[in-house]
């Protein structure tokens, strides 16, 4: 699998998994009905934040990453990131390769922490993969997502010191 830089043309093969994933309200805080074109702009940042995609030996876009700074001014200093994989290459440790991306791209940055805002506390496979890549969660807010089968469950906020 090779991890690179997204690029415009890299969007017709985001986009399906982008639209599946948002649309089943399970673990983005995103519209529920996100467009394409807002989707896209939302997505695919512009630097210094960055956009990555994950490609298997054929070409197939896997997966993706958005990097970023977290806050702006004096919480600059701390970098977050957003992954979605295609359901279709799930299991096969394309988020593990796009999240340890990220938290070398953040240290080789200068970053000296990653916190993600968000993380639905259902989404099991994306907790326990960042706890193994060293994040903690800090709090959770109750309530804080409306899953559209379990109802109200809590959002943590995780971190990670690089």
């Known amino acids: 699998m090779l991890i690179r830089e ?13 639209h599946e994933i948002v ?37 197939t876009v896997q997966g993706t990453a958005k990097m970023n ?14 992954y979605m994989v295609d359901p279709r290459h799930a299991g096969r440790g394309v988020g593990r390769a796009l999240c340890q991306y990220t938290i070398d791209w953040a240290r080789t940055a200068g970053f000296r922490a990653m916190q993600f805002n ?5 989404n099991v496979a994306a907790v326990g993969l960042y706890r193994s890549l060293g994040f903690e969660v800090l709090g959770t807010l109750p309530e804080g997502f409306n ?16």
Do not use: Q
């Not at 017709?12 to 982008?18: M, Q």
């Not at 074109?37 to 956009?51: F, H, M, N, T």
């Open 6 to 18: 997204a690029t415009i043309s890299d969007w017709p093969a985001i986009w399906p998994f982008f």
């Open 23 to 59: 649309a089943a309200g399970e673990t983005f805080t995103y519209p529920l009905d996100l467009g394409e074109e807002d989707a896209g702009e939302w997505w695919l940042v512009k630097s210094p934040s960055r956009v990555v995609v994950a490609v298997a030996d054929d070409g």
């Open 69 to 82: 700074r977290n806050h702006m001014g004096n919480g600059s200093h701390i970098a977050s990131a957003s």
């Open 118 to 122: 968000a993380v639905v506390e259902t």
């Open 147 to 162: 899953h559209p089968k379990h109802g109200f469950v809590g959002v943590h906020i995780m971190h990670r010191p690089l």
